[in-house]
C-alpha cells in the first residue's frame, strides 16, 4: 500500500512578491499566515484527537517490525528541520517523508541556480530562479501525503527551531552552527542537533542529541530468555540451562526469573545482575544459601535497559572529536585528516566568501595550509609528520560538488540518525563521522584497476 497523493485543489500560497512563504499542502490561507508568523497550525496526518499518533498497520508493517509500536508513535509525533536543500538535504527529506514522520519543514534562504539540479532531484530547469525550498515542496509531498511538507524561507534564527524534536544542516557556516547547537542543548527538553556536508567524496556527519539522550532500546532484539535446569545455593549462585540450549547473555545483563519450583524467592520479578557467563551457565549478583532448594523448572528472561548518552557540545567536539568510527580500518590515520580539512574549509569560506575554486593550485594551497593550522593548534589529537597534501589538495578541488551516490550515502546515514533521535530507537552515532572514497577518483581507479590486471590474467588462465 502507497502513499496516497496530494486531493485536487492542494496547492502552495503564494505572498504579495509572488513567492511562496511558510506553507503546508491543502492548508487555508489564514493558516498559511499563522505558519508565517511561527504560530502551531494543526493539519495532515492522522490522530485519534488525544495527542498520540495513530498507526497505519498496512502502510507501516515492515517499521512496525523493527521499531515497534511505542517507537512508531514517538517518530509519527516528531517535527523535523532540515536546513540547505542541496542534493545532500534532499536525499534526508526523501528519507524522512517516506519513514513517516510527522511534519518535515525545508529551509533555505537561496534560489535554484543550474549548478543545483546536479544533485537535487526534485528541481528542473523550470525551478531555476525559485526558492530552492519550496521548488521541492509539491514533489516530495508526493512521496507520502500522511506527512505534512512545509517550506520556510527567510534566514533562520534561534527562534524557529523551538517547534522541532531534531533539526539537520547541509550547508552552514561553523560560527553559526555553534550558535544553533548552543541553543538546541539549552532548549528544555533539549532538540537533537545534526551538521553534515557533502563535499565531492568527503563526508561529514555530527551528530549532539543533548547533555542527556534516553535510547530505549540499544540493539532493538528480542529480550534473550532460558531454560532452567539448576540452581546452586551459594554466594554467588550459578545458573545452569538445559544441556542442548546454548545462553545469549552477556556479563553486566540484567535478568528475571519466573515459574522457578523449590526456590521460589527468585520468583519476586526483580531483576538480578550477571556477573559471570559462559555457553550454558551465568553467576548472578545474589546470595541464594539460605533460599529454597531448587527442585524443577523455571524461565529467565532478560531486562533490557534504558541507556543514557552523554553527548558533546558542537565547540567541545571540535577541541576534543574523541574516537572517529572507522569506515576503513587501511585508513585508520585518516579521520583526523579530514576533520581538519572541513575546518579549513570552513575557514577558506568564511574569509572569501566561496568554494575552493575547481583545480585552482593557489586555493589548495589555502585549504594545505590552514589544515596545517589547524593541526599545529591540537594538542592531544595532532597529527605526526607531513600531512598527505595530495588528499587535502583533492578534498579542496571538489569541495563544492554534491554528487548524488555521496548524498544517497550520507543521506540514508543522516535519515536513520533522525529516525533513532526520534524514536530513542537504536544507539546513534556518537558523535563525529567523516568518510572519504578517494579510490574512485579518475586517477586512482585506473592505478587500481591496473594493479588487478596482472591477477585478473592469471585468474582467466586458471579457469
Same mark, same amino acid.
Given at each position: 500500500m502507497?502513499?496516497t ?25 489564514v493558516?498559511?499566515?499563522? +505558519? ?5 497550525v ?5 490522530? =485519534? ?8 498497520e498496512?502502510l ?6 523493527v521499531?515497534?509500536?511505542?517507537? &512508531?508513535?514517538?517518530? !509519527? ?6 536546513? /540547505? ?22 529551509? #533555505?534562504? /537561496?534560489?535554484v *541556480? +543550474? ?9 528542473s ?5 525559485? =526558492?530552492?525550498?519550496?521548488s521541492c ?5 508526493e ?6 511538507i512545509s517550506? @520556510?524561507?527567510?534566514? @533562520?534564527?534561534?527562534k524557529?527551531?523551538?517547534?522541532? $524534536?531534531?533539526?539537520? !544542516?547541509?550547508?552552514?557556516? +561553523? ?12 532548549? %528544555?527538553?533539549?532538540?537533537c542537533?545534526?551538521k ?21 532500546d540499544?540493539d /532493538? ?13 551459594d ?12 545462553l545469549?547473555? %552477556?556479563? /553486566? ?9 523449590? &526456590? ?15 555457553l ?7 546470595d ?6 531448587y ?6 528472561? $532478560?531486562?533490557?535497559e534504558?541507556?543514557?548518552l $552523554? ?28 576533520? !581538519? ?20 593550485? $593557489? ?13 599545529e ?6 597529527? *605526526? ?8 589538495? @583533492? ?7 554534491v554528487?548524488n551516490? &555521496? ?8 535519515? %536513520? ?17 567523516? &568518510? #572519504? ?6 586517477t586512482?581507479v585506473?592505478?587500481?584497476?591496473t ?7 592469471? @585468474?582467466l588462465?586458471?579457469?
Amino acid at each position: 500500500m502507497l502513499p496516497t497523493k496530494r486531493a485536487e485543489g492542494d496547492e502552495d500560497r503564494l505572498d504579495s512578491d509572488g513567492g511562496v512563504k511558510k506553507v503546508r499542502i491543502g492548508e487555508s490561507a489564514v493558516g498559511a499566515e499563522a +505558519m508565517v508568523a511561527g504560530e502551531e497550525v494543526s493539519g495532515g496526518g492522522s490522530g =485519534n484527537g488525544s495527542g498520540v499518533a495513530e498507526i497505519d498497520e498496512d502502510l507501516h508493517s515492515r517499521q512496525l517490525a523493527v521499531y515497534g509500536r511505542e517507537a &512508531m508513535r514517538r517518530l !509519527f509525533a516528531s517535527n523535523v528541520l532540515i536546513s /540547505g536543500l542541496n542534493g545532500l538535504g534532499a536525499e534526508i527529506a526523501k528519507n524522512l517523508a517516506l519513514a513517516g514522520v510527522k511534519s518535515v519543514t525545508l529551509h #533555505d534562504a /537561496g534560489n535554484v *541556480e +543550474m549548478w543545483d539540479l546536479s544533485g537535487n532531484f526534485f528541481l528542473s530547469e523550470d525551478d531555476i530562479g525559485n =526558492n530552492r525550498a519550496v521548488s521541492c515542496v509539491a514533489k516530495l509531498q508526493e512521496l507520502n501525503n500522511a506527512v505534512n511538507i512545509s517550506a @520556510l524561507r527567510e534566514e @533562520l534564527a534561534t527562534k524557529h527551531l523551538s517547534k522541532f $524534536q531534531a533539526v539537520v !544542516f547541509t550547508d552552514i557556516s +561553523m560560527d553559526k552552527a555553534f550558535e544553533f547547537d548552543d541553543y538546541c542543548r539549552s532548549h %528544555q527538553p533539549p532538540i537533537c542537533f545534526i551538521k553534515t556536508e557533502v563535499c565531492g567524496l568527503f563526508g561529514s556527519v555530527f551528530c549532539d542529541f543533548g547533555p542527556e539522550f534516553t535510547v530505549h532500546d540499544i540493539d /532493538g532484539e528480542d529480550p534473550h530468555t532460558g531454560i532452567i535446569a539448576s540452581i546452586t545455593n551459594d554466594n554467588p549462585a550459578t545458573v545452569y540451562s538445559v544441556d542442548d540450549e546454548r545462553l545469549d547473555f %552477556q556479563e /553486566g545483563d540484567l535478568v528475571v526469573f519466573s515459574e522457578v519450583q523449590g &526456590m521460589t524467592e527468585l520468583n519476586d520479578g526483580k531483576p538480578r545482575k550477571i556477573i559471570r557467563s559462559r555457553l550454558y551457565s551465568f553467576c548472578i549478583d545474589e546470595d541464594t544459601s539460605n533460599f529454597g532448594i531448587y527442585t524443577k523448572g523455571g524461565i529467565v528472561t $532478560q531486562v533490557k535497559e534504558q541507556s543514557i548518552l $552523554q553527548f558533546k557540545s558542537l565547540r567541545d567536539s571540535i577541541r576534543e572529536p574523541g574516537n572517529f568510527p572507522l569506515s576503513d580500518c587501511l585508513k585508520f590515520d585518516r579521520p583526523p585528516l579530514l576533520h !581538519f580539512a572541513f575546518l579549513a574549509l570552513d575557514k577558506f569560506r568564511k574569509e572569501f566568501g566561496r568554494f575552493p575554486a575547481v583545480g585552482c593550485g $593557489q586555493d589548495a594551497q589555502r585549504i594545505v595550509e590552514f589544515t596545517a593550522s589547524f593541526n599545529e593548534a591540537t594538542i592531544d589529537y595532532r597529527i *605526526e609528520g607531513k600531512l598527505d597534501e595530495k588528499l587535502l589538495r @583533492l578534498f579542496a578541488s571538489g569541495s563544492r560538488a554534491v554528487l548524488n551516490p &555521496m548524498a544517497a550515502i550520507f543521506g540514508g546515514i543522516v535519515g %536513520q540518525e533522525v529516525v533513532k533521535a526520534c524514536s530513542g530507537k537504536f544507539h546513534p552515532l556518537y558523535q563525529v563521522i567523516v &568518510m #572519504d572514497y578517494k579510490i574512485f577518483y579518475a586517477t586512482q581507479v585506473c592505478c587500481y584497476l591496473t594493479k588487478m590486471l596482472p591477477l585478473s590474467v592469471l @585468474l582467466l588462465r586458471v579457469y
